[in-house]
């Protein structure tokens, strides 16, 4: 059945993509701020994307070059899905390469590349509120946004270095923005945290399950929550990555047996795969 | 030489052609229609549409053949569906009063205008598996919906008379708000509670409800009256002027009233919880008629302190399609958060061992793994 009706383009209907254009706006006119929309029920599951795919699909356009990427990699089964739906339903040319890309969506990652002014990176938000896990009422979090009260998290990272010495949130981890909001980042790892801050790029968040869009315009400030006597520190790997050899990356574990053998790769596969073809003999003797 | 997992295109092409497969079953056997599912499958097909919020058998049928017989897979179906349709305006309010009925029963009087009716009912039959429906045909009558030979008034209506119980506030006047086209936000008035609950997946409704007869924000409900059967639709256009009826539903409706002791502005009382579903859904529309009236424990100055009395806990998480969607989300590649924790568990360890002086080494800090800094 769904064969013989004809969608619109990016699926949407206009009035919807305006709806969601709208709060954009908003969202980018105050960094940070979590704005409601209306979400629509879309083709895939609450949680699998649908307010990226949302927003992506509101401000896409006939000349977009797409770039889907799940966990860093283009070629996971869930980027895989939501790249072919834009493709089917709105026929745009896709891309694994960061460079190229006009609009990147992601879950979980920034592309390790830096990215530059007229790109768009959209998120994936599965939960947008920060203060979820300490205040799960929604009506008592917007009044301490409000108020501009983040004590209870200042208490929480507090208790953290209390107990363990340092803050132990490796995802996920909070930021304010331009000193006013604080906000989710999305469950990026924190070493990407930095990338926001100041980024030439237009990032966008869309949680679609929890009906919120947010914003964070070019070159705005993006700090990650931390103490004088405990800085915020990136996650750093020990060892580079064994396939290209890049020290300053993300990396992925992967298990080569039963008997703890492992090696790490770059959780950006375009990046990886960049550095291979042009640095291709130094990256072969790293391997293993 | 570990070679990077690629071919994800691939796998779901493969995954789907597997599906399709599986869905048919046994080729050997006749396959099942969409129409046989709709007639033979016709409660399956009901709460479909209640929670899909798309009054359509047809569709509910082909979503349900589609889903595999998984009825939230077939609600998500409806509902993405439901997303694209063009919305052309709002129906007048339907008349339940006026319902032409199948099956009616109160719970608190014995004998009351328009009599009790029981209709097509499974209550009173003995739960023996039974092999014989499926070979013996019933015979070819089916029950047919009369016009009613007399008023047959709501029971609440008949109590309202003597001001036993409350009225019906808000009926007119109040702009009624619409949650698929804006966002929820808390509070939530009792149209939009209503709203969610109509749509929201019946075991929740049901385990929620059952909670409150159980003591967790006892509501003391009587079930005053169960009533389904047809009702006209009808739509207003504008340049008409005046309302053209567009088809008749089934629906299922429940009005329970609940004992109210008073408070310092209002008399005792009886007041009411109110459900309402597509097609013939008694459990549904009992249970949503619980909730609501748990839900409105606040409005009457009660104690609120059972998850049944918390709205953002119960419009939260009552919908089916966006509950199964967050669950289910956790099968995706965590790969990047798993790596994140790990860095952080491993450094926790080698802390908490440091911190006893052991020279145990964490064989996993050996292995030379990240560390967060």
Redesign the interface.
Known sequence: ??DA?A?NFA?L?EQSKRTIRRAILKAVAIPGYQV????????M????G?GGVQVTASILGPHDVLKVI????D???????IR?FFARTAGVRTTTRTSEASIIQT???IPEAPLAEGQIVVFQV?IPEPLRFLE????ETRQLHALEDYGLMHVKLYEDIAR???I?T???YPVMVEARYLMDPS?????DNPKMHMSPALQLFGAG?E?RIYALPPYTRVVSLDFDDHPF???????PC??CGERHT?????L?DDR?G????C?D?DYCQERRTTAAPEARNE?? | MYVAVKGGEAAIAAAHELLARQRRGDPNLPEISAAQIREQLALAVNRVMCEGSLYDGDLAAIAIKQARGDLIEAIFLLRAYRATLPRLGYAEPIDTGAMCLRRRISATYKDLPGGQMLGPTFDYTHRLLDPTPLTVAPPPQQQRCEPASEPAPQVTQLLDGEGLIESNAGADGDAIGDLTRTPLAFPAGRDLRLQALARADEGFLLGLAYSTQRGYGRTHPFAAEIRMGEVEVEFMPEELGFAVPLGRITLTECEMVNQFHGSATRPPQFTRGYGLAFGHAERKAMAMALLDRALRSEELGQECAAPAQDQEFVLAHCDNVQATGFVEHLKLPHYVDFQAELALLRQLRADWLAARGGKQEDTAARAGDGVAL
């Open positions: 059945m769904t009706v969608y699926y209907d409601p929309f209306p979400s629509r029920e879309m083709p599951p609450y949680g699998w649908t799940d966990q860093g990699a070629d996971t089964t869930n980027a895989v899905s072919q879950r979980h990652r599965p799960p009422r929604e009506s363990h010495g340092h132990a490796a995802y996920a469950p990026t790892p924190k070493f399950r009906q520190a990136r996650t750093r790997f020990a060892q064994a396939l993300y990396l992925d574990e992967v080569l703890g492992r090696m790490f790769v959780s596969t391997r293993r």
